[in-house]
């Protein structure tokens, strides 16, 4: 370094000095920045950063902030300085932005530099182990400020930087790849345990009803087999005794019904999720004391359609959920379903008057446990809030729209533990 000024090697030992003891790299590039001032004077001066691969960058800047730092990442191939992040060009070095074709470009994000008027620009490569890890932007606002020799020193102050950037860097990908890892196992062991807590509820389910069909269903159909034995060995059946059978047939035949759209709503297959959410709806709160009013809203444009069976499926168990919580805990005055979307999101939403639900706990057993399960299953977005500030509860279920659409409307309809059931007519 016999051709580096005793004055340029002092400021290289304050901006080393600067970066001690910064753990982010958005805080040790603001230490350094203000190193780098007293080199090159600048009215602007930011860092970009690779990520992904080199695909996107970060910003960070020092000083007045810009619209490159507002978004988390961009596209390099956006980016007015990508012939540097590239390598296509040692450096550039302009004395106005303003036209300079080589920032501007179709698809390029070059609004900052008109919007903070950067003139006068310096950009230098970012290297640490043989490759490019991102760029220092150093700019004024006057014309024709820098030269060659103010290039050959920001270079300096970068390979400087360089090394305790890309470790800072490396550090925060790590940091995130383990958070990331913890969540994921997180996830998945909710998962797990609300699987395995909603196949135990489908168990209990199953065996309820099937003591609904042995009390109830099997002894009237035991019944109307005595009936007909004993017509038959009466010879006759008397008109009133046919129509007491025929109203115990139809009572069953009801009975059956019920029992089947409980298991697997056969109102959903045929007719869709908004006409089988209202089907629940009105059959829920048919005996309520006091009554209960209802209303269901449907401004999707159909968009539950395009979704798979198995997602339909979900939703509306978590709905019957939401509504049947209400109906049986809450003693509310009015229960409605919104059923609405965006380009990009299907949303189901449950309000009810009644009391509240207060804080819920996505991994407590019962059916809102079952509800948490069943959204996590399909890769729902589910959450309650309160309605209003006088009271009661709003239910709020999300699909991404994109995702859901995508997947194959021949996957299996039944929730772990549940098994398809033919129709009953």
């Known amino acids: 370094m016999s051709d580096v000024s005793p004055q340029l090697i002092d400021r290289l030992v304050a901006i080393s000095r600067a970066l001690a003891g910064h753990i982010d790299t958005g805080s040790a590039f ?26 996107l960058h970060a910003c960070y800047e020092a000083g007045f902030h810009t619209s490159w730092s507002e978004l988390a990442q961009h596209p390099v191939e956006g980016s007015p300085i990508r012939r540097v992040l590239w390598g296509e060009t040692p450096y550039l070095l302009s004395d106005n932005a303003v036209v300079d074709p080589r920032f501007h470009f179709a698809g390029a ?25 991102g760029a220092l932007n150093i700019s004024r606002h006057e014309v024709g400020c820098y030269t060659l020799a103010d290039v050959a020193v920001a270079q300096q102050c970068a390979d400087l930087i360089a090394p305790y950037i890309f470790a800072l860097i490396q550090t ?13 196992r997180n996830r998945a062991e909710l998962l797990r345990v609300g699987a395995s807590q909603l196949t ?22 035991a019944r109307i087999a005595r009936q007909v034995s004993a017509f038959r060995s009466q010879g006759v059946a008397r008109t009133a005794q046919l ?8 009572s069953c035949l009801t009975e059956l019904r019920h029992i089947v759209d409980d298991m697997r ?94 804080a819920v706990d996505p991994a407590a057993q019962g059916g809102i446990g079952h509800m948490h399960t069943r959204a996590a299953l ?39 533990g ?8």
């Open 30 to 55: 603001r230490a350094t920045a203000i190193e780098i001032g007293t080199l090159i004077p600048h009215d602007h001066i930011d860092l970009a950063v690779l990520l992904q691969g080199g695909r």
């Open 109 to 133: 994000f070059d609004e900052p530099i008109f919007a903070a008027e950067l003139r006068s620009r310096i950009i230098v490569p970012l290297r640490a182990r043989g490759s490019i890890i």
């Open 172 to 184: 925060d990908e790590a940091r995130r790849a383990m958070l990331a890892e913890s969540e994921a």
């Open 200 to 221: 135990e509820g489908m168990e209990r389910e199953r065996r309820r009803m099937a003591m609904d069909l042995h009390d109830q269903t099997l002894g009237d159909l």
């Open 243 to 250: 129509a007491d059978l025929e109203q115990e047939i139809a």
């Open 265 to 358: 709503p056969s109102v959903l297959e045929l007719f869709g999720l908004r006409d089988a959410v209202e089907a629940h709806l009105n059959r829920s709160v048919a005996r309520a004391k006091p009554p209960i009013a209802v209303r269901i809203a449907d401004t999707s444009d159909g968009s539950a359609d395009g979704l798979s069976e198995t997602m339909r499926t979900a939703l509306y168990r978590i709905v019957q959920e939401a509504i049947n919580n209400a109906v049986r805990h809450a003693a509310p005055g009015r229960i409605e379903v919104l059923l609405t979307s965006t380009e990009s999101v299907f949303r189901v939403i449950v309000t009810d008057d009644g009391h509240g639900c207060g």
């Open 378 to 416: 399909v890769g729902a977005q589910l959450r309650f809030e309160p309605a209003s500030r006088k009271g009661g509860t709003r239910v709020v279920i999300e699909v991404d729209r994109e995702p859901a659409l995508g997947k194959a409307q021949a996957t299996p309809a039944a929730m772990p």
């Open 418 to 425: 549940e098994q398809a059931v033919p129709e009953v007519v």
